[in-house]
């Protein structure tokens, strides 16, 4: 079994949800590549818990003017 498949993965309302986020802002995100994500067979998107907290990470180290 590789490492990935034993990682949590959360569908995109689920995300949304659990980071107090907006799922249409996610959905963008998605869509750009900016979280790496795949879709299932239901088209749903799902995310690993690991690619969204380094999103997190990164992001919140921006500086805003």
Known sequence: MSRTSKERELTAVELARAAGIRLDGLYVT?????IPARKDVDGEWRITTRAFEKYMRRRSGRVTA
């Not at 998605?30 to 900016?34: C, D, M």
């Open 30 to 34: 998605l869509r750009s590549g900016k």
